[in-house]
Nanobody
Framework: QVQLVESGGGSVQAGGSLRLSCAASGGGFSTYHIGWFRQAQGKERERVGA????????WYADSVEGRFTIDRDNAKDTVYLQMNSLRPDDTGVYYCAATLGLSLVPRISEYNYWGQGTQVTVSS
């Protein structure tokens, strides 16, 4: 069983940057596609990006394309979410999740493991 722990959240002004980390334990990290999600208060959880098992493929939501970058270091069992040019509407709790499925961007219900989330607040 994989345990995921996010870190790196915080408060930043619009235009700033943050780098989130998702550290895994429990083994088999390189067998999972990893997704990054966020949930703003009162809104549904949305996927902002995903990275394949090897790190060779990525997917981004239109709202973050060109501003966010996902990469992973399988030797460290860690996935990163680099967030640049942050905007107030990027505010929310950010989660990473792991899936054993074949699809890089499966339904949310197909993710096997979730982290506890880290808060990101962007002020104008």
């Amino acid at each position: 069983q994989v345990q995921l722990v996010e870190s790196g959240g915080g408060s930043v002004q619009a235009g700033g940057s943050l780098r989130l980390s998702c550290a895994a334990s429990g083994g088999g990290f390189s067998t999972y596609h990893i997704g990054w999600f966020r949930q703003a208060q009162g809104k549904e959880r949305e996927r902002v990006g995903a990275i394949s098992r090897s790190g060779g493929s990525t997917w981004y939501a239109d709202s973050v394309e060109g501003r966010f970058t996902i990469d992973r270091d399988n030797a460290k069992d860690t996935v990163y979410l680099q967030m640049n040019s942050l905007r107030p509407d990027d505010t929310g709790v950010y989660y990473c999740a792991a899936t054993l499925g074949l699809s890089l961007v499966p339904r949310i219900s197909e993710y096997n493991y979730w982290g506890q989330g880290t808060q990101v607040t962007v002020s104008s």
